[in-house]
């Protein structure tokens, strides 16, 4: 080559350079027209941002509320993934159980944003196999590791740097109708603890039951988190962490987020169930009566769990081969006074009232079957700053002294000296009966003593079922949160092992209230969803010590719940009816007819014939 030559083809490469230069930095900064918003930009892999939309991008794209509040840059998106990436390989180490079950659940979650129908026909196929997975326990280590796992937004995000935009904000959702939500704001997710954003996992996971189990359709249920900040201090020092970065608001401008949102969603929505999930108990109880005479709302954690621990508390009666209408002889200790647990006692203390007469002395003597342990030891009324909501459960000082007992007594001294038919556990605290605490349940004067061991997830069970049988007896009857599978006793007899999960519940609830279009969630409404649910068990199953359904008839279940939820909304005159059946049409359904228009508006995943047709 000449040298003229070489000199023509290094100049016109210097300007191919030079212009591919300018045009890629005029490129950088030139706009991208787009054609969409919302939601369809974020499913666009052309056009998606995720995490590092600006907040003005957010506003000018109507994908406010779409993302985690967090805005990331570009570098720190790809460490979270990048770390994400390493931590299958840590994970590896860890066990594995783990490793699998996040593996399956990444696998599940990626048909989930691909393809609806086909994700629930598989759900429910396989739901015994699956609802551990996309629900507790493996969704808890979904929500601690949500951060890194976040790829595709699924709900919504209100956050406490939203205050004044929410009504506006909810229209960034593009169903038009939506049935129900169930919405956290993070700070008590199942017994793991204050994890801020994460915690939207576990309101995904409750929605998938609603579909799967209740045949809600999927296209009208939205998790919802509200982030108003996290008191988690490892969370608050996590470069990648997704939400915002700031301590829990609190007082009145933590009721304001809440009412703002509230109001939000019910105006959009004026039919929408609300259900609040994992809020630790300094405002689960004070939201509930807040809002529960105005809104169509219940608190899973206090509500459902009472009824499905009042269905397994009437089982254990029965399975003892005595009468439902026993209970109130029941001598009940509970380890935790939490939500949940100050749930159960409340909803315990007035079914043994109902059978007692229903009066003020009935009330008044249920109250002394119960024994509530907390983190402090034996709650009696020498509890100094006791809790308002534990107060009616505080022992007298003199009835206590004759049993043996005082103020902050161990859960084993108190276990020893009661000698309960029922140890129940709500306290988070996993391993907390240990087996000086199952020693002394030995001692119990019932025929057939029942654990609880209600806590989730299964790390936190506060004994397994293998210490339950080999410590208590072949004959215990036992009941745990999280799954567990049945123990071999060695002699050709099995321990079974149920689940006592408020899944068993919430689905019929909310379907039952869906429709029969009752703008409250009425106590009488719970009770109806318990004592039909106590009901499903036959006498054959529960002398065998099966107190609760298995999860693979939960279809089933959950549309006989919704029937008698209905029921009782027409005879408490609550229902409104739900779209082409009015009340009057509602009322003269009878049993079986109440059944079938249950069923006949449960969501099938089946796919429909699609047509096009411009708008
Ligand atoms: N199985 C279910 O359907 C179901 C439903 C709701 C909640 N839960 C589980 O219940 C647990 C508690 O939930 P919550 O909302 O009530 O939580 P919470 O934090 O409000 O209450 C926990 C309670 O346990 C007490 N506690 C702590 N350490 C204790 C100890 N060593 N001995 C006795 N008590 C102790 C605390 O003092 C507190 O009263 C969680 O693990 C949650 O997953 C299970
Ligand atoms: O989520 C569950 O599995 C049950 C319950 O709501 C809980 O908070 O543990
Ligand atoms: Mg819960």
Same mark, same amino acid.
């Given at each position: 080559?000449?040298?003229?030559?070489?000199?023509?083809?290094?100049?016109?490469?210097?300007?191919?350079?030079?212009?591919?230069?300018?045009?890629?930095?005029?490129?950088?900064?030139?706009?991208?027209?787009?054609?969409?918003? !919302?939601?369809?930009?974020?499913? $666009?892999?052309?056009?998606?941002? !995720?995490?590092?939309?600006?907040?003005? =991008?957010?506003?000018?794209?109507?994908?406010?509320?779409?993302?985690?509040?967090?805005?990331?840059?570009?570098?720190?998106?790809?460490?979270?993934?990048?770390?994400?990436?390493?931590?299958?390989?840590?994970?590896?180490?860890? *066990?594995?159980?783990?490793?699998?079950?996040?593996?399956?659940?990444?696998?599940?979650?990626?048909?989930?944003?691909?393809?609806?129908?086909?994700?629930?026909?598989?759900?429910?196929?396989?739901?015994?196999?699956?609802?551990?997975?996309?629900?507790?326990?493996?969704?808890?280590?979904?929500?601690?590791?949500?951060?890194?796992?976040?790829?595709?937004?699924?709900?919504?995000?209100?956050?406490?740097?939203?205050?004044?935009?929410?009504?506006?904000?909810?229209?960034?959702?593009?169903?038009?109708?939506?049935?129900?939500?169930?919405?956290?704001?993070?700070?008590?997710?199942?017994?793991?603890?204050?994890?801020?954003?994460?915690?939207?996992?576990?309101?995904?996971?409750?929605?998938?039951?609603?579909?799967?189990?209740?045949?809600?359709?999927?296209?009208?249920?939205?998790?919802?988190?509200?982030?108003?900040?996290?008191?988690?201090?490892?969370?608050?020092?996590?470069?990648?962490?997704?939400?915002?970065?700031?301590?829990?608001?609190?007082?009145?401008?933590?009721?304001?987020?809440?009412?703002?949102?509230?109001?939000?969603?019910?105006?959009?929505?004026?039919?929408?169930?609300?259900?609040?999930?994992?809020?630790?108990?300094?405002?689960?109880?004070?939201?509930?009566?807040?809002?529960?005479?105005?809104?169509?709302?219940?608190?899973?954690?206090?509500?459902?769990?009472?009824?499905?621990?009042?269905?397994?508390?009437?089982?254990?009666?029965?399975?003892?081969?005595?009468?439902?209408? $026993?209970?109130?002889?029941?001598?009940?200790? #509970?380890? *935790?006074?939490?939500?949940?647990?100050?749930?159960?006692?409340?909803?315990?203390?007035?079914?043994?009232?109902?059978?007692?007469?229903?009066? =003020?002395?009935?009330?008044?003597?249920?109250?002394?079957?119960?024994?509530?342990?907390?983190?402090?030891?034996?709650?009696?009324?020498?509890?100094?700053?006791?809790?308002?909501?534990?107060?009616?459960?505080?022992?007298?000082?003199?009835?206590?002294?004759?049993?043996? +007992?005082?103020?902050?007594?161990?859960?084993?001294?108190?276990?020893?000296?009661?000698?309960? $038919?029922?140890?129940?556990?709500?306290?988070?605290?996993?391993?907390?009966?240990?087996?000086?605490?199952?020693?002394?349940?030995? !001692?119990?004067?019932?025929?057939?003593?029942?654990?609880?061991?209600?806590?989730?997830?299964?790390?936190?069970?506060?004994?397994?079922?293998? %210490?339950?049988?080999?410590?208590?007896?072949?004959?215990?009857?036992?009941?745990?949160?999280?799954?567990?599978?049945?123990?071999?006793?060695?002699?050709?007899?099995?321990?079974?092992?149920?689940?006592?999960?408020?899944?068993?519940?919430?689905?019929?609830?909310?379907?039952?209230?869906?429709?029969?279009?009752?703008?409250?969630?009425?106590?009488?409404? +719970?009770?109806?969803?318990?004592?039909?649910?106590?009901?499903?068990?036959?006498?054959?199953?529960?002398?065998?010590?099966?107190?609760?359904?298995?999860?693979?008839?939960?279809? $089933?279940?959950?549309?006989? #719940?919704?029937?008698?939820?209905?029921?009782?909304?027409? %005879? %408490?005159? +609550?229902?409104?009816?739900?779209?082409?059946?009015?009340?009057? %049409?509602?009322?003269?359904?009878?049993?079986?007819?109440?059944?079938?228009?249950?069923?006949?508006?449960?969501?099938?995943?089946?796919?429909?014939?699609?047509?096009?047709?411009?708008?």
């Amino acid at each position: 080559m000449s040298n003229f030559n070489r000199q023509i083809r290094l100049t016109s490469t210097m300007i191919r350079g030079l212009q591919y230069r300018y045009f890629t930095t005029i490129e950088g900064h030139r706009p991208t027209i787009v054609h969409k918003q !919302g939601l369809d930009i974020l499913h $666009d892999p052309w056009f998606n941002k !995720g995490t590092a939309f600006s907040m003005t =991008e957010r506003d000018r794209l109507e994908l406010r509320g779409l993302l985690p509040p967090n805005v990331m840059s570009n570098e720190q998106q790809i460490e979270r993934f990048m770390a994400d990436l390493k931590r299958l390989e840590v994970q590896a180490r860890d *066990g594995p159980s783990d490793t699998n079950s996040l593996a399956k659940w990444r696998i599940l979650n990626r048909l989930h944003d691909r393809n609806e129908t086909m994700y629930y026909k598989v759900l429910i196929a396989k739901i015994e196999e699956y609802a551990p997975i996309v629900y507790t326990p493996t969704v808890g280590l979904v929500c601690q590791k949500y951060s890194g796992l976040f790829r595709r937004p699924r709900g919504m995000y209100f956050s406490a740097a939203d205050r004044g935009e929410m009504m506006s904000m909810v229209y960034n959702w593009p169903a038009e109708q939506v049935d129900m939500i169930v919405v956290t704001d993070g700070s008590r997710i199942l017994g793991l603890g204050d994890l801020g954003v994460q915690g939207i996992g576990i309101a995904i996971g409750k929605l998938d039951l609603y579909v799967a189990a209740a045949g809600i359709n999927p296209q009208r249920v939205l998790p919802i988190m509200i982030d108003v900040g996290t008191n988690n201090e490892a969370l608050l020092k996590d470069p990648l962490y997704l939400g915002l970065q700031q301590h829990r608001l609190d007082g009145e401008e933590y009721i304001a987020v809440i009412d703002e949102f509230m109001e939000a969603v019910f105006t959009r929505w004026p039919h929408v169930i609300v259900q609040f999930e994992d809020f630790q108990s300094k405002w689960a109880f004070k939201l509930l009566q807040r809002y529960r005479n105005s809104y169509r709302m219940f608190n899973d954690d206090v509500q459902g769990t009472a009824g499905v621990a009042i269905a397994g508390l009437l089982g254990a009666v029965r399975a003892q081969g005595r009468p439902m209408i $026993d209970f109130p002889k029941q001598k009940i200790v #509970v380890a *935790g006074a939490g939500s949940a647990g100050i749930g159960v006692l409340n909803a315990a203390r007035k079914t043994m009232a109902r059978m007692l007469g229903n009066n =003020e002395l009935a009330f008044e003597s249920a109250g002394s079957q119960f024994w509530v342990v907390d983190a402090k030891g034996l709650i009696t009324e020498e509890r100094e700053n006791i809790d308002e909501d534990a107060k009616p459960f505080a022992k007298k000082t003199k009835e206590i002294g004759r049993q043996g +007992l005082r103020e902050g007594a161990s859960l084993e001294e108190v276990v020893r000296e009661v000698k309960p $038919d029922v140890l129940l556990g709500l306290s988070a605290v996993g391993g907390l009966f240990s087996k000086e605490v199952l020693e002394a349940l030995k !001692g119990s004067t019932s025929t057939r003593p029942a654990i609880f061991a209600m806590s989730n997830p299964t790390t936190n069970a506060e004994c397994t079922p293998e %210490e339950a049988f080999s410590i208590v007896g072949e004959n215990v009857i036992f009941a745990s949160g999280s799954p567990f599978a049945d123990v071999d006793l060695g002699n050709g007899h099995i321990g079974h092992c149920n689940q006592g999960n408020n899944m068993y519940l919430f689905p019929g609830i909310g379907l039952g209230v869906l429709l029969s279009g009752s703008r409250i969630v009425s106590d009488g409404m +719970l009770q109806a969803a318990a004592e039909c649910l106590a009901a499903y068990m036959t006498e054959e199953e529960v002398l065998k010590g099966v107190i609760y359904p298995s999860i693979s008839s939960i279809r $089933d279940i959950t549309k006989q #719940v919704a029937a008698a939820v209905i029921t009782e909304a027409i %005879e %408490e005159d +609550l229902a409104e009816g739900y779209r082409e059946m009015d009340a009057r %049409e509602l009322r003269k359904l009878n049993k079986e007819e109440i059944l079938k228009h249950v069923e006949d508006n449960m969501w099938n995943p089946e796919y429909p014939t699609l047509i096009y047709k411009k708008d």
